[in-house]
C-alpha cells in the first residue's frame, strides 16, 4: 500500500507495501481501508513531529496520539481476533493508544496523552505501516475474513474518519495557542462569499416522520432504530447563522444579559468569561462595531471583513441557543433537522424560497458547512442496541449530560456523513466546528 502524495511516508523509513497485491474479492472495502489510512497522512503532512505533540486543551489529543489510536483500533478489535497468527507490533500499545475502552483494557490518563514523547514518531508510522500491512493480508485471505471482521473493519474505517476530522479541530486549537499562530494550511480557508441572503424561515410539514438510519449502508449503532416521531408543523433557516449576525448579538450585549441565556450557559459566560467564539480576537470596537474583531482559521488570522459572511464556528451549545433566543427563534431538535431531509415544505411558499428550501442539509456546499448544534439531549432512540462486546462502549456510554449536533462541517471527510448521523458534545464545547442554523414556528 502506498500513499501517493504522502510526504511523511516518502521522507520517513515507512514501510511501503507492493501495491499490486490482489484486493479482490473484497475490493471496495479493501480500496476504502487503503485511501483513507493514505489520507490520514495526507492532512498530518503539513505538520512538524513538534506539532504533533501539543495537546492544548481537554478535549484534544496530539496528532501522534490520533496516527497511533486509529491503528489500534483495527489491531485491537480486528486483526487480535480475525487474522491467525497476527503478532502485535508492540505487547504496551494495547493499552498505551487505548482511548476509552474499558473492557478492553486499562488506559492512561487523556491529559498525559502529550507526554507520549516515546514511542517515537518514526515507531508510529511503523505501527502504521505494520497494520496496514496485516489488514491487507486478512484482506486477501482465499476464503474470505469472516462477515464480521469485515464489518469491524468497515467500523475502523469510519473511526479513522472521525479521528482526521478531531486532527484538524485539534491543530486548530494547538496553533491557536502558539504565541506565533502558525497557519496550518495557507490555501485552508475557503473565502465567504462577498453578500448572502436574508435568513428566511422555510416552513416543513409536521406529522408522524421516520427517524433513524434505514438501508444497507454502514452506520452507526446510535442511529438505531428507525422509528417514528411526531412533529408539529416548524420551520428551519435556509442557511446558518454567520459572523457578522453573530457580531450584532454581541454587540447588542448578548454576553452581558441573563435573560438570553439557560442558567448553565450563563454560569459558563460568567467563568469562562466569553465574550465572542473561541476564536475571536479583538473587541469589536472599532468605528463600524465589528472591524476590530479578528477570526483564527486553519489558514491563520483573518481579518473580521474576510470571514464576516462565512458560517459563525466555535459557538458553544450555550451560545447557538442564547443566540437563538435573542433572534427571536429557536434551535431545531434533532428529529426536525432529520425530517427536513424527507419532508417538503408546507404553506404557500414563493418559488425563491423553494428554491433555498434546505431539503438536503447533509449536502450543503463544504465550505459553508458547521455541525449545528440542535435542542435535542443526546439519547438512545426507543429500542437502541449496542454493538456487543467493548464495541459497545463506542457510542452508548456517552448518553448522559450532552447535545446532537448535526449536518457535519467543513473539517468532516467527504463522503462520512449522512442525514441521520449523530454527533454529540457537552453543551460548553467550543473547539469544535460548531454553529447554528434556527428553527421557529410554521406560520
Ligand atoms: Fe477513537
Redesign the pocket.
Known amino acids: 500500500m502506498g500513499c501517493n502524495g504522502s510526504t511523511l511516508l516518502s521522507t520517513r523509513r515507512a514501510h511501503v507495501i507492493d501495491a499490486t497485491i490482489a484486493i479482490a474479492p473484497y475490493a471496495s472495502l479493501a480500496a476504502r481501508f487503503r485511501a483513507v489510512r493514505c489520507r490520514t497522512l495526507d492532512l498530518v503532512a503539513p505538520l512538524t513531529p513538534e506539532d504533533m505533540m501539543v495537546q492544548s486543551c481537554p478535549e484534544a489529543s496530539p496528532v501522534k496520539w490520533h496516527l497511533a489510536?486509529?491503528s489500534w483500533?483495527f489491531e485491537s478489535f480486528i486483526l487480535r481476533e480475525f487474522l491467525p497468527g497476527y503478532k502485535v507490533f508492540h505487547p504496551d500499545f494495547a493499552w498505551l493508544f487505548n482511548?476509552y475502552y474499558q473492557t478492553f483494557a486499562a488506559f492512561p490518563e487523556k491529559r498525559l496523552r502529550s507526554s507520549f514523547s516515546r514511542p517515537a514518531l518514526d515507531e508510529i508510522l511503523q505501527y502504521r505501516a505494520h497494520v496496514d500491512e496485516a489488514i491487507d493480508r486478512l484482506l486477501d485471505t482465499g476464503s474470505g475474513p469472516a462477515p464480521e471482521a469485515l464489518a469491524r473493519i468497515e467500523l475502523g474505517v469510519h473511526?479513522e474518519e472521525?479521528?482526521q476530522e478531531l486532527i484538524l479541530t485539534d491543530i486548530l486549537h494547538a496553533f491557536f495557542t502558539n504565541p506565533l499562530r502558525p497557519a496550518y494550511k495557507p490555501a485552508a480557508h475557503q473565502p465567504a462569499p462577498e453578500s448572502v441572503e436574508p435568513i428566511q424561515l422555510i416552513p416543513h410539514q409536521g406529522g408522524l416522520h421516520e427517524i433513524g438510519h434505514k438501508g444497507a449502508g454502514f452506520c452507526f449503532d446510535n442511529e438505531l432504530p428507525r422509528h417514528r416521531v411526531w412533529l408539529e408543523p416548524y420551520a428551519l433557516a435556509q442557511r446558518l447563522v454567520t459572523c457578522a449576525e453573530f457580531a450584532e448579538f454581541i454587540a447588542d450585549g448578548g454576553y452581558r444579559r441573563p435573560e438570553l441565556w439557560l442558567s448553565d450557559g450563563w454560569n459558563a459566560v460568567q467563568e469562562l468569561k466569553w465574550r465572542a467564539p473561541l476564536y475571536w480576537d479583538g473587541n469589536g470596537n472599532g468605528a463600524s462595531g465589528t472591524s476590530e474583531w479578528s477570526v483564527f482559521t486553519l489558514s491563520g488570522a483573518m481579518s473580521f471583513d474576510q470571514v464576516a459572511n462565512s458560517p459563525v464556528s466555535h459557538i458553544s451549545h450555550y451560545e447557538a441557543d442564547a443566540y437563538a433566543h435573542w433572534a427571536g427563534h429557536r434551535l431545531p431538535t434533532e428529529f426536525e433537522w432529520e425530517a427536513a431531509e424527507a419532508t417538503s415544505v408546507c404553506g404557500n411558499l414563493p418559488e425563491n424560497l423553494r428554491a433555498q428550501s434546505p431539503a438536503k442539509l447533509v449536502q450543503d456546499h463544504d465550505a459553508a458547512k458547521r455541525w449545528e448544534w440542535t435542542a435535542s439531549a443526546y439519547l438512545p432512540y426507543t429500542g437502541f442496541r449496542p454493538l456487543p462486546g467493548s464495541l459497545g462502549e463506542y457510542n452508548g456510554k456517552f448518553m448522559s449530560g450532552q447535545m446532537v449536533l448535526r449536518g457535519g462541517s467543513c473539517c468532516t471527510p467527504p463522503g462520512h456523513i449522512r442525514p441521520s448521523y449523530r454527533n454529540f458534545f457537552a453543551p460548553a464545547t467550543r473547539w469544535q466546528f460548531s454553529g447554528i442554523r434556527l428553527a421557529g414556528r410554521c406560520e
Open positions: 489510536h486509529t483500533f482511548s473511526h472521525q479521528h
